[in-house]
């Protein structure tokens, strides 16, 4: 029973905070598509699919090596790219290191920001909604005064931690 809630809690939670993230899904394949394009007119059809996987002579290739290097898996790409020779070295640098920098990070964290962002806000509302149904009574008062000492004794105070789920992050 309260597995199945809490996964439930966070399912709710993900998908309340996926209308933010689809902007930024938008994005992420915005720049993909550009950084595959790119890559397309730098070293396609150089016959370095024959050389490594990572290559950009076609579409989905191309995408796949941009979302590897977004990802963080740039070195593997780089590396191979250079030794395959199909392009100045300066020129095959430049466009995974722009790639990784745009890419990795400053949109796939953003990315990974809204979801985190959601999960806190879900949080943060669930804190208030219990503070309120408690506030009125005896009982309800004495137990938050209890948990407010638990976790000042603890030498946490509520910004320095989150709790999903009834489990405590950091």
């Known amino acids: ?14 998908y309340k905070g996926i209308m933010p993230v689809a902007s930024l899904a938008v994005l992420v394949l915005l720049f993909t598509l550009i950084f595959a394009i790119l890559g397309k ?6 016959g370095l699919a024959e050389k490594t996987r990572w290559n950009y002579d076609k579409p989905i290739p191309a995408i796949l ?33 722009s790639a990784l920098l745009i890419g990795h990070f400053v949109v796939i964290n953003l990315f990974v920001a809204e979801l985190v962002n959601a ?12 503070a309120k149904a408690t506030a009125g009574s005896p009982e309800g008062e004495e137990q938050q005064l209890l948990d407010e000492n638990e976790s000042h004794t603890k030498g946490e105070t509520d910004d320095d931690r989150l709790t999903l789920n009834g489990v ?3």
């Open 65 to 97: 090596t941009v979302m590897a290097i977004f990802t963080g898996e740039w070195a593997a790409a780089l590396h191979e790219t250079i030794a395959a020779d199909v392009a100045p070295k300066g020129m095959t640098v430049f466009f995974v290191v």
């Open 168 to 170: 405590t992050c950091f």
């Open 119 to 130: 999960f806190v806000a879900e949080e943060r509302t669930e804190k208030d909604k219990k």
């Open 41 to 46: 007119e730098i070293f396609g059809d150089t």
């Open 1 to 14: 029973g309260r597995v199945w809630g809490s996964l439930n809690k966070a399912l709710n939670t993900f």
